[in-house]
């Protein structure tokens, strides 16, 4: 069995910063690769960014060059750094984990329970 974790949402004025945590646990045998994806009201859930397990890095042309995805390997972490917050990047914030598990050779997708994050003056 495997959890996500998110812990860090929160609420922020326009220009702030937030740092969002998933941490990723249980019978785990390889995280191929960690994400966050976004959920405004009213929209589908969006892909914001990722890291592979070698580190490799993308982005959603949104967030560029304000949010900043890292991972810690030895603690199964992952983080999301927002800067510079505007009241569009309102919405509830899933982590993503694709994962192979001890019990099984196929790699699949596991979901947090989401955290809000709310941007207003």
């Known amino acids: 069995q495997v959890q996500l974790v998110e812990s860090g949402g929160g609420t922020a004025q326009p220009g702030g910063s937030l740092r969002l945590s998933c941490t990723a646990s249980?019978?785990?045998?390889?995280?191929?690769?960690m994400g966050w994806y976004r959920q405004a009201p009213g929209k589908e859930r969006e892909s914001l960014a990722s890291?592979?397990?070698?580190?490799?890095?993308d982005y959603a042309e949104s967030v560029k060059g304000r949010f900043a995805i890292s991972r810690d390997h030895a603690k199964n972490t992952a983080y999301l750094q927002m800067n510079s917050l505007k009241p569009d990047d309102t919405g509830i914030y899933f982590c993503?984990?694709?994962?192979?598990?001890?019990?099984?050779?196929?790699?699949?997708?596991?979901w947090g329970q989401g955290t809000q994050v709310t941007v207003s003056a």
């Open positions: 993503n984990a694709l994962l192979r598990t001890t019990s099984s050779f196929y790699q699949r997708d596991y």
């Open positions: 249980g019978d785990i045998s390889e995280i191929l690769k």
């Open positions: 890291v592979t397990g070698m580190s490799l890095t």
